[in-house]
C-alpha cells in the first residue's frame, strides 16, 4: 500500500499532504507477519479533495490486499475539516483584543524569545509590540493545521484566538515551540487572551442581534455553497486507547516535573533555572 501510494504522489494535487507510519510490521525477522498495519493522515485543502484522497487510500489498500491474497480493513481514528471562521465574531474580539492591548514584556522576556529566535535561525525581532492589522483572508488558500476545530466550525459559528503566548517565527513540532511554556511568556499572553475572549463572550450575551448576525454570515455566506458532511460516523468509536501504551510509559517519568504550588512560586524556580537562560548565539552576536 505505501509503495502504491508513493508513486501515486506524482498524480495528486501539490497542496495535497500525506503521511503515514507503519505501526505494526509484524515481530520476527524471518517470518512474514499474518497482520500488518498503517496509519495514515489525509490533508487538502477542503471537503471534497480531502474525501478523494480518502478513497484512493481505500482503493490502495484494497490493491495491496489483492496483491497479497489477504484481507482489508480500515478504522477512521480522527476527523479535521478545513477550518472556516466566523467573521462576526472575528471582528467583535478584534475590537477587544485592542482595547486589552499586547502583554507589557520585560527586557528578560525579549531576550529568550531573540535567543530561541537565533537558536532556530530564525529573525531575531523578539516578541511583538505592536498589534497586527485584522485581515480578510488570502485569496488562495493555502495549507495549515489540522485540528477537529474545523469541524466544530461548520457546525456552530467559530472562531480561534492567536494571542502572544508564544514566541513568533518558530517551527511547529519542534522543541524550541514548548519553550516559553514554562516562561511568564505565556502567562503574560495567556492572562490577556483570557480577557479579551471573556469581553468577547460577554458582549455576545448580551447583545441578542449580535448572535443573530453570526449566525446570518454561518448561513449565508460560510454554508451557502458547502454541506459539511462529517466522516466519523454513528458506528466509528472515538479511539481513546490510541495513546495508552505511550502515556503508560511516559505518565511516571512526567510526575517528577508536575509543578508544586506549595513549595515554589514559579515553575521555573521549581526546576532551578534563572530566567532568562540563553544559549550562545548561534550568530556570533
Same mark, same amino acid.
Given at each position: 500500500?505505501?509503495?502504491?501510494?508513493?508513486?501515486?504522489?506524482e498524480h495528486l494535487r501539490p497542496d495535497q499532504r500525506s503521511h503515514y507510519v507503519i505501526t505494526d510490521g509484524g515481530d520476527q525477522p524471518n517470518v512474514v507477519p499474518q497482520r500488518a498495519a498503517v496509519w495514515y493522515f489525509f490533508r487538502e485543502m477542503d471537503y471534497p479533495d480531502i474525501k478523494k484522497n480518502f478513497d484512493i487510500g481505500i482503493q490502495m489498500a484494497e490493491g495491496a490486499a489483492l496483491m497479497t491474497n489477504t484481507e482489508m480493513s480500515y478504522r477512521i481514528l480522527g476527523s479535521a475539516w478545513p477550518r472556516h471562521f466566523n467573521k462576526v465574531i472575528a471582528e467583535t474580539m478584534y475590537e477587544h483584543i485592542?482595547?486589552?492591548?499586547?502583554p507589557e514584556w520585560s527586557e528578560a522576556d525579549q531576550t529568550l524569545a531573540r535567543a530561541v529566535q537565533e537558536a532556530v535561525e530564525s529573525d531575531p525581532n523578539g516578541l511583538a509590540t505592536e498589534l497586527t492589522e485584522l485581515r480578510a483572508p488570502s485569496g488562495r488558500r493555502r495549507s495549515g493545521g489540522s485540528d477537529d476545530i474545523g469541524d466544530?466550525?461548520?457546525?456552530v459559528p467559530t472562531v480561534t484566538m492567536r494571542f502572544p503566548s508564544n514566541v513568533p517565527g518558530l517551527p511547529g513540532h519542534n522543541w524550541s515551540s514548548g519553550?516559553?511554556?514554562a516562561t511568564p511568556i505565556a502567562h503574560k499572553g495567556a492572562t490577556a487572551g483570557a480577557k479579551a475572549l471573556a469581553m468577547t463572550a460577554l458582549e455576545? #450575551?448580551?447583545?441578542? @442581534?449580535?448572535?443573530?448576525?453570526a449566525w446570518t454570515y454561518f448561513r449565508d455566506e460560510q454554508t451557502k455553497d458547502m454541506e459539511y458532511t462529517? #466522516?466519523?460516523?454513528? @458506528?466509528d468509536q472515538p479511539a481513546i486507547e490510541l495513546n495508552e501504551s505511550t502515556m503508560?510509559?511516559?505518565?511516571p517519568l512526567l510526575e517528577q516535573y508536575y509543578f508544586d504550588e506549595t513549595r515554589f512560586d514559579t515553575y521555573l524556580e521549581q526546576l532551578g533555572i534563572t530566567y532568562p537562560t540563553v544559549p550562545p548565539s548561534p550568530r556570533g552576536r
Open positions: 500500500m505505501n509503495v502504491g501510494w508513493n508513486f501515486r504522489r485592542k482595547t486589552v492591548g499586547l466544530v466550525s461548520w457546525t519553550i516559553a511554556m455576545f #450575551f448580551m447583545n441578542p @442581534d449580535l448572535v443573530a448576525e462529517p #466522516f466519523i460516523s454513528a @458506528d503508560k510509559t511516559f505518565r
